[in-house]
T-cell receptor, first 116, second 113 residues
């Protein structure tokens, strides 16, 4: 089992370019999240999806769009990248044992994005 | 709203103890603790649900004071492997998808031999 897989791991963009970060989980979880991590700021929630077909804004959604394509995949899109979006992006999914929420977040390895 | 962690950084000698605090101005359903090594993803340590429970994991334990909306992470007889950044995450409602986990800014822990 791979758990949570993110692609790409590294990306350099120019201001104004667009790109999509892909995330897939093979744990059959309902919920998936996108976080960004910046030095001194901790992890901040961009968007989350409680189940297939639903998405909701987190703390810092501006400049991003998401798609919950199916139960496995949750993508994050930057339509017009800005230098302020330079960050490490993590996709995560909380462990679920049946209907019991255990609280354990499984993270992908992260996607390091630089916007010049 | 981000929970507030303190201290921001701690430098210890191997074998010393450390306490990391996490507080919120809002009522919480649960507090979650994670550790992150440089260049890696955060790793789950433990979850504490409202009810004021205390949990332990070898020499790492935590408590949750529901009345004060505060949690503390205790690291006793620290080892070099404990070095990293510790994050507390909070949830205000139960369930996995009702809202995401809100993290504090982190506490950097450096253990020296």
């Amino acid at each position: 089992n791979a758990g949570v897989t993110q692609t790409p791991k590294f990306q350099v963009l120019k201001t104004g370019q667009s790109m999509t970060l892909q995330c897939a989980q093979d744990m059959n979880h309902n919920s998936m999240y996108w976080y960004r991590q910046d030095p001194g700021m901790g992890l901040r929630l961009i968007y989350y999806s409680a189940s297939e077909g639903t998405t909701d804004k987190g703390e810092v959604p501006n400049g991003y769009n998401v798609s919950r394509l199916n139960k496995r995949e949750f993508s994050l899109r930057l339509e017009s990248a800005a230098p302020s979006q330079t960050s490490v992006y993590f996709c995560a999914s909380p462990r679920e044992d049946g209907r019991l929420y255990t609280g354990e977040l499984f993270f992908g390895e992260g996607s390091r994005l630089t916007v010049l | 709203q981000q929970p507030v962690q303190s201290p921001q950084a701690v430098i210890l000698r191997e074998g010393e103890d450390a306490v990391i605090n996490c507080s919120s101005s809002k009522a919480l359903y649960s507090v979650h603790w994670y550790r992150q090594k440089h260049g890696e993803a955060p790793v789950f340590l433990m979850i504490l649900l409202k009810g004021g429970e205390q949990k332990g994991h070898e020499k790492i334990s935590a408590s949750f004071n529901e009345k004060k909306q505060q949690s503390s992470l205790y690291l006793t007889a620290s080892q070099l492997s404990y070095s990293g950044t510790y994050f507390c995450g909070t949830k205000r409602v139960s369930g996995g998808g009702a809202d995401g986990l809100t993290f504090g800014k982190g506490t950097h822990l450096i253990i020296q031999p």
